[in-house]
């Protein structure tokens, strides 16, 4: 009963959606999309070919995009190597990357690679060439951004904004109080205790010493809050143990509340390429959100001394 009510709803989403897109467009998320098959070309000719279909190279502005986008192509089956262009490029002014509508591209987590090889990380934008001036998702680097030369082919996806559904989200407007201790982040009361150096299971018991929990993060929109967060406190140096553990059965992440950690990107940084983490196997069992990868979420180690980033309900 309970699935054909999900399947209903399904069909009629997909149903109102479907009329909200025109000609070789479909909805993917809130974006009307279309993917050029097997079309490998440079960035000036993959504009061109999205502007002659009345679009133009897809803008991923949100990391919910990101992710609908990664869920979409993961679904396909596009064939070995293939990357995607994207629509921005620093060709302007060298490490500017702006979108052709001079909207500017989100730098840091969770949309740009950052990698990790053996004990030190590696993060894009890293105009590697010296001519890396246009914006690829990576297939190697998960589907991550990139910047590489112009000239190289790679796949096309055009996006039609005339008829986009405007459903961006507003978790940033909600307005909730939180306890002392706590502050308001993506809609969540989140505590950054960075006086707290300990293990996984003692900052889980700081954390519900607190009335609270390990965090727990659902949502890309809550990794790119908190990174954007940590950056403007000066915690850059700090890392976070949040609630993500595999102890129980290895491979199955779980919160702290039983419900499932959610996989791949964007919300999992890449490991040794193309390898994407969690990558740790039965030696790292714990949910770190560390400062030298950049905040993605890694596998750790759980006897590792960490800061806890603590979850309680708002007042
Ligand atoms: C791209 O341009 C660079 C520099 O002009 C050149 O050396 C390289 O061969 C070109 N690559 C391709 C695939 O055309
Ligand atoms: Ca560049
Ligand atoms: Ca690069
Ligand atoms: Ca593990």
Redesign the pocket.
Known sequence: MLVLLFMALYLHSGETQTKECRGPFHPVGNQCLYFGDLILEDHENAKAVCQSLGGHLVRVTQPQQLKDIVDYIDGKDYGDGTSFWVDGTDINQEGQWEYSNGESVPMGTPFWEVRRSEDTYHQQPDNAYENENCLEMRKEFQYYFNDVPCNLTRLIICEDESQQADDKMDINLKKISCPALFVPVSGLCLAFLTFADQTWAEARQTCSSLGGGLAKLTLPQHLRDIYIYINQQGLSEDSFWIGG???ET??V?LFTDGSAVPSGTPFWGVGIVPVQE?D???????LLLNADGQYYFR?FDCNNLNNPLCLINPL
Do not use: H, Q, Y
């Open positions: 553990s595999d102890a290895e491979g992440w969690p740790g196997d039965t030696l790292e069992n714990c596998d």
